[in-house]
């Protein structure tokens, strides 16, 4: 799923490509792709015809097109979507489910292979649409508060990486970037968020952001063609991911193999030496059966 990085790279490839241009016509290919739009897909169409873009703005991995209006044309990638920027007679990609017309000639295509994603218009407000209003501040939000994370993160009952992944507590972090932030802050993804401290805490927030800043300058992270920016182009961060998809291989920190393991149906990568557990959470090991 494409995560802050890679909804910020699509937010500032949209933002000089739209804003200021009016929307001449809307084609719905797929209705599915706005049955988070709950007045139906003429509605949408209809209200959206005419409308002038204003700004492109994202929290997290949400996305938001405000018009002159006053309304919101909201998105989420989900698993797979883009947006793309083409003329009206290019090849249309084998998933695109909505196109946008804007007065310059320009077509704004919304694409989806797995439609996990989707559009809808909001009636705002423009500063936070409030489909979204219980979404956390990310980290790269002037009004991001890490002391007050952090000091939510160890008040909760859970691990730090479902803290992490809580987009009511800290949005953009997905997967990937959890478990980056997470090798670089020294810490297992199963620490009691409870017992950390908070300098630890602190530290592991910290990481996250640093590790998404250096993602955003390689243009995000793909590992193929389900994540793409407004022209196409793939992100390249993962030639710099330190333990993502990469078990089996040493760590580059301390040379230890690092390991992959089952984590919320998905999959948590780590230095077994960098980051170990704390020893009071290590479970205990198997008892053997009586000795004959």
Same mark, same amino acid.
């Given at each position: ?11 500032? *490839?949209?933002?000089?490509?739209? $804003?200021?241009?009016?929307?001449? +016509?809307? !084609?719905?290919?797929?209705? %599915? /792709? &706005? ?107 002037? *009004?991001?508060?890490?002391?007050? $994370?952090?000091?939510?993160?160890? +008040?909760? !009952?859970?691990?730090?990486? %479902? /803290? &992490? ?126 000795? %004959?």
């Amino acid at each position: 799923m494409p995560e802050l990085p890679e909804v910020e790279t699509v937010r500032a *490839g949209l933002e000089p490509l739209v $804003v200021g241009r009016t929307v001449s +016509a809307v !084609h719905v290919l797929d209705a %599915r /792709c &706005l049955r988070r739009h709950s007045a139906g897909a003429a509605d949408f169409c209809q209200r959206l015809r005419g409308q002038r873009l204003a700004d492109v703005r994202r929290r997290g991995k949400y996305l938001w097109i405000p018009t002159v209006a006053g309304d919101v044309v909201l998105a989420h990638l989900g698993m797979s979507g883009q947006f793309r920027l083409d003329s009206p007679g290019d090849i249309l990609e084998a998933h695109a489910r909505l196109l946008i017309d804007l007065d310059d000639g320009s077509q704004l295509r919304f694409v989806d292979q797995r439609l996990f994603g989707g559009l809808a218009l909001s009636k705002g407000p423009v500063a936070l649409p409030a489909e979204i209003a219980h979404i956390g501040a990310d980290p790269f939000e002037p *009004g991001f508060d890490l002391a007050a $994370v952090a000091d939510r993160m160890i +008040a909760r !009952h859970s691990t730090v990486k %479902r /803290c &992490l992944l809580d987009q009511t507590l800290v949005s953009g972090i997905g997967n990937i970037y959890a478990d980056e932030a997470l090798w670089l802050s020294r810490t297992h993804y199963e620490h009691p968020s409870q017992t950390l401290s908070t300098r630890r805490a602190r530290r592991v927030l910290r990481a996250a952001r640093t590790v998404m800043a250096a993602a955003l300058a390689q243009g995000g992270t793909s590992f193929d063609a389900l994540y793409v920016n407004v022209n196409g182009s793939s992100g390249y961060f993962s030639r710099h991911l330190e333990v993502y998809g990469r078990a089996g291989r040493p760590c580059r920190r301390c040379g230890s193999t690092i390991v992959r393991e089952s984590f919320m149906n998905r999959s948590s990568y780590l230095c077994p030496v960098c980051q170990p557990l704390p020893a009071a959470h290590v479970p205990a090991p198997a008892q053997s059966g009586p000795k %004959r």
